[in-house]
């Protein structure tokens, strides 16, 4: 176990200082001291790895999400520490990355997307069924395509942009996707 762990020590750290495309599993051998073959018991490949390395050491960084009040304005602040959080130098190189690699593999765009991009989806979902049960947004919508339209934009932006989105933008965003969803009293 402890290889395990000096493996994903030393891809993560590679991660963070290195460009992906200059990272091989050789180097990520030589980090860890140990042989190419070792790394090949437990990943297929170097995108694995990689995925595996940023989940264990960034998992931790994402803000937690807010639980109970407001679903709404909960869903705002978990978007807005979203913003936040995805132009850190850091992470952003890695997730450009693991996003970019994505979309040349099926089956690690597959796992990309069920670990990372499914778990947003998931808690911007639960936000958005709690503000459709408290009477905040329709209940004829789907909360798939609601999420897909608030995240899609921020989530576009970031990665195919200089400038991330920032928080007036995902105000915006929100504002336009959830003012054409709320429950309207027409007293």
Do not use: C
């Amino acid at each position: 176990m402890e290889t395990h762990r000096a493996i994903l020590h030393a891809a993560a750290d590679l991660l963070e200082h290195t460009p992906y495309r200059d990272i091989s599993v050789e180097r990520i051998a030589a980090s860890a001291g140990v042989g190419k073959q070792t790394i090949y018991r437990w990943y297929d490949s170097k995108a694995d790895l990689l995925l595996d390395a940023f989940l264990t050491r960034y998992s931790e960084a994402m803000p937690p999400v807010v639980v109970g009040g407001e679903p709404l304005v909960n869903f705002r602040a978990y978007l807005h520490r979203l913003a936040a959080y995805l132009p850190n130098p850091v992470m952003e190189g890695a997730y450009r990355a693991l996003f970019a690699e994505a979309q040349f593999e099926r089956g690690f765009r597959q796992r990309f997307s069920e670990i990372v991009l499914k778990r947003r989806q998931d808690i911007a979902r639960a936000f958005v069924i709690s503000a459709i049960h408290k009477g905040q947004i329709r209940d004829d919508v789907d909360p798939d395509l609601i999420v897909d339209m608030v995240l899609g934009p921020i989530l576009f932006r970031f990665l195919s942009t200089i400038t991330p989105p920032d928080l007036a933008y995902v105000d915006k965003v929100m504002d336009m996707v959830l003012g054409g969803v709320a429950v309207r009293n027409l007293a």
